[in-house]
């Protein structure tokens, strides 16, 4: 089982990270080629839950898997149905699932047709495969601004994250990429609202490459730094609108 280094970041990537995405994983719910009411729908990378909330909102039939423990532990007791599981090897018999959803997951793999194999064996034929990553032209001076400041306070960029953004993220990034894997992958393809600077810090020290310095600096220093961050940003600040590739395949086969 690969390392996970989401393990510490639960409560960060809940109360942060999901107010970017959060909506995105909605709006990728939502570009369904049809209703997903009462169906089984797999959430595969499902973190902390936001695709989850959509598809409860939308009255599917929820199960998730997640590499990470810690990040299926927030909230498990009003989690649905969930497991362990690398998305690559999905602990699902053949066709055990009538639609799948991925939420940025697919740009952690160097090989993402695997994943995308993988979603399309445990989904019946004509169930629907969504996916989304971030575009490789998306960018944000305010955001760098704060992975700048955390450097300048003692941050240490981890050697993990150095390789996902260099060997892995880029390769899904464009629309063609992600609709050569989809094929690859034997699949039929059919592309926020963040505007405070409290918003976008919360947002990005939401994410696990941040964990580990931040529970050294503890509460009180974190805040400060948090504080700090924010003016760095400054107001008014361009709204975060990160550049995102969606999939929307469909499974071989009739049902």
Known sequence: MPADHYAQSGERWALGAELVYGPIAAEL???SPHPLTGRVVLDAGA??????????RRQARIVAVDLSAGMLAWHAASRPPCAVADIRALPLGNASVDDAVAAFVLNHLTEPAEGLAELGRVTRPAGAVLAAVFGNDSHSEARDRIDAAALAAGWQVPDWYRQLKTAAAPILGTAAAMAAAATAAGLTAVHTGVTRARELVRYRLGHPIFATWLDALGPHRAETFASRAEEGVREPMEPYRPTVVFLRALVPGFA
């Open 47 to 56: 973190g902390t839950g936001a695709a989850s909330t959509e598809l409860h």
């Open 29 to 31: 719910v939502a570009s």
